[in-house]
């Protein structure tokens, strides 16, 4: 089973920062990675598919990046509205397993 | 508009069974995977497994200890999740997802219904 580690599990940050959250396959994944964004009380939505394809309609200072089995969702200039909780899911193999989670705190 | 709506809260006892359900719309809902996710009180989220409505063709994921059963029926566009004998672990929203693709695909969830909450409680 593939598993997927993400780094950190929280962190702090201030409107306006950049904000880089890390994601790690115990196997190579290709570019089969997805990023969603949760809020409190609300269904996961998706971010980015394919590791680096921008969902439609999400705002272009969400960016991801990596293959293989490295990974990264950056957000630059964070918004009051990011902050919530995020998580990847490799989709290469049909267990479709996610990260543990990096909640964004406002600082 | 492509969705997915779930069935409603549930409250139940250790040891009742329930199925809940996901109805899809706006697509073909033969052609896509569902997937079943859970998130239990404050935690991450936990793949359970997928199914093709097409064929019912059924995967569950290795590390999810259930047990469920996830069934589907093409015919009204539903998924569904069951269990037979509830226990208090159970407790945690069930989701469902869209796979983005059909077949042999390596596609991820685009597509999420609301959540149904699951209280299993004496």
């Known amino acids: 089973d593939i598993q997927m580690t993400q780094s950190p599990s929280s962190l702090s940050a201030s409107v306006g920062d950049r904000v880089t959250i890390t994601c790690r396959a115990s196997?190579?994944?290709?570019?089969?990675l997805s990023w969603f964004q949760q809020k409190p009380g609300k269904a996961p939505n998706l971010l980015i598919y394919?590791?680096?394809s921008l969902e439609s309609g999400v705002p272009s200072r969400f960016s991801g990046s990596g293959s293989g089995t490295d990974f990264t969702l950056t957000i630059s200039n964070l918004q009051p509205e990011d902050f919530a909780t995020y998580y990847c899911?490799?989709?290469?193999?049909?267990?479709?397993?996610f990260g543990g989670g990096t909640r964004v705190e406002i600082k | 508009e492509v969705q997915l709506v779930q069935s409603g809260a549930e409250v139940k006892k250790p040891g009742e069974s329930l199925k809940i359900s996901c109805k899809g719309s706006?697509?073909?809902?033969?052609?896509?995977?569902i997937g079943w996710v859970r998130q239990m009180p404050g935690k991450g989220l936990e793949s359970i497994g997928i199914?093709?409505?097409?064929?019912?063709?059924?995967r569950y994921s290795p590390s999810f200890q259930g047990p469920v059963t996830i069934s589907a029926d093409k015919s009204i566009s539903t998924a569904y999740l069951q269990w037979s004998s509830l226990k208090a672990s159970d407790t945690a929203i069930y989701y469902c997802?869209?796979?983005?693709?059909?077949?042999?695909?390596?596609?991820?969830?685009?597509?999420w219904g609301q959540g149904t909450m699951v209280t299993v409680s004496s």
């Open positions: 997802a869209r796979r983005d693709c059909g077949g042999d695909c390596r596609g991820g969830f685009d597509i």
């Open positions: 199914i093709y409505p097409y064929d019912s063709d059924t």
């Open positions: 706006g697509y073909r809902f033969s052609s896509y995977w």
């Open positions: 196997q190579t994944i290709s570019i089969f």
């Open positions: 899911q490799q989709s290469y193999s049909s267990s479709l397993t």
């Open positions: 394919a590791a680096s």
